[in-house]
Structures are given as C-alpha cells and as structure tokens.
Nanobody
Framework: QVQLVDSGGGLVQPGGPLRLSCAASGLVLRFSAIGWFRQAPGKEREGVSCISPSGGTAYYADSVKGRFTISRDNAKNTMYLQMNSLKPEDTSVYYC????????????????WGQGTQVTVSS
C-alpha cells in the first residue's frame, strides 16, 4: 500500500523559512516524479513545484521561483520543499504528490497524495 505522509507545516512570520517533508512508503521515490501542490480556501489546487525522476525537468510556479526549492533524499525515501522568504499569500494547505506529467510549464496527473499540511504566514 502506497502512503505519503507530509509534515513540517506551521505558523511562520513573513520573510521566514519553513521546510516541508514528505515520507513515502510502498513506492520508491527515486523512480517517481515528485511534486508539491497547495490549495488555499476558496481557490483551486495549484502546482507549486515538481521534478522529474531524473531531476532533468523541474517546474516552479512563477509566484515561488527563487524562493522555494524541491528536493528528495533517496536514502530516506523522502521529498522536501524548502520555502524561504515566505509571504502571507503563501498561506495554504500543502500536499505532496507523485505527478505523472512534469514539464517546465506545469505538472499534473498525480497518482498518490499526502494528507496535507497547513502553512500559515502571518505576523
């Protein structure tokens, strides 16, 4: 049974950093495209950042470019989203996932999802 467990969310002040983690079981992340999505109240879920299995193709939403970095630790079978210079508009529930499609313009078709972790950016 495949399970993604994301964690690391919380309350952070504007300008601060936060790192989200997503531990996988039942699948080997290094063979999968991985990604992070977010959904704010009243808004559609959007792709934040995704990366192909080889790492050769990466996607970052324009709103997070230069501030967020996606990565994976194959030994721990875990993916991460390092978020720096956080803004109030980054407030959302963040979900890790395994998208089927990753291009430089977006990612979609996720087969597995984490349960979500709340990130709140506020002073």
């Amino acid at each position: 049974q495949v399970q993604l467990v994301d964690s690391g969310g919380g309350l952070v002040q504007p300008g601060g950093p936060l790192r989200l983690s997503c531990a996988a079981s039942g699948l080997v992340l290094r063979f999968s495209a991985i990604g992070w999505f977010r959904q704010a109240p009243g808004k559609e879920r959007e792709g934040v950042s995704c990366i192909s299995p080889s790492g050769g193709t990466a996607y970052y939403a324009d709103s997070v470019k230069g501030r967020f970095t996606i990565s994976r630790d194959n030994a721990k079978n875990t993916m991460y989203l390092q978020m720096n210079s956080l803004k109030p508009e980054d407030t959302s529930v963040y979900y890790c996932a395994t998208p089927r499609y990753v291009t430089g313009h977006g990612c979609s078709g996720a087969t597995y999802w984490g349960q979500g972790t709340q990130v709140t950016v506020s002073s």
